[in-house]
């Protein structure tokens, strides 16, 4: 079993973007990508070793074990043991906060979003020892938008089935939720974050 890993000596205050996908999740990171050294200059560091552009390691590494194998990610991190990742991921961070030295860090990654209890609480034990603050920030679309959206998306992979086909199984308004990681279907927000004893800091409708 992997050695823990000391806390920070000095915790910082965290930014936690958890998406939801399709509410522009890659410009947000791509922008704080370009921009690392002008928001270093304001004391934010945006971490490179959980991923250069989306943090896509962070989530991976919090994941259940049983998900693992089925996430495609995680077969190209050259890892055969999930707890050394998760070990390396985590260690890598703390040691790029001290290194930094930066009051505050954002880390952004849309995964996060409906993330189950034991990723939750891994989640939770990361940010314990990292920060002083947490403050979460996610992004909402409206649904008929979502559906759109994602079935664009699904379309260039290969989907055939006519965007009608694709909702008839969830037919009814408090269904869709099930598909979509929307509203409905508020309690996916707010009963993993009071598992974590954190509270939704900031939910912001997508401006088109």
Do not use: C
């Not at 919090?62 to 194998?69: I, K, R, S, T």
């Not at 390396?88 to 189950?116: C, M, N, T, W, Y």
């Not at 939750?120 to 403050?135: F, K, P, Y």
């Amino acid at each position: 079993m992997p050695a823990p890993i000391p806390a920070l000596v000095h915790p910082v205050d965290l930014v936690l973007h958890i998406g939801t996908g399709k509410t522009g999740t890659t410009s947000i990171q791509t922008f704080l990508h370009a921009n690392r050294d002008r928001l270093a200059e304001l004391g934010f560091l945006y971490p490179t070793t959980p991923g250069k552009t989306r943090h896509a390691r962070i989530s991976l590494s919090v994941l259940p074990e049983e998900a693992v194998e089925r996430a495609p990610a995680w077969h190209r991190q050259g890892f055969t043991s999930h707890p050394e990742f998760r070990d390396q991921v985590h260690s890598s961070l703390r040691a790029e906060l001290a290194k930094a030295g930066l009051p505050a860090v954002i880390l952004s990654d849309e995964a996060l979003f409906g993330a189950k209890p034991v990723a939750v609480e891994r989640l939770r034990e990361l940010t314990d020892d990292i920060a002083r603050s947490v403050r979460v920030v996610l992004y909402l679309r409206r649904q008929d938008d979502h559906v759109a959206s994602r079935y664009q998306q699904v379309v260039k992979v290969g989907e055939t089935r006519r965007l009608v086909e694709r909702v008839q199984p969830y037919p009814a308004a408090g269904m869709l939720h099930r598909r979509l990681p929307l509203l409905p279907g508020a309690a996916r927000i707010h009963q993993p974050l009071q598992q974590t004893g954190r509270s939704l800091s900031q939910v912001l409708p997508l401006q088109e």
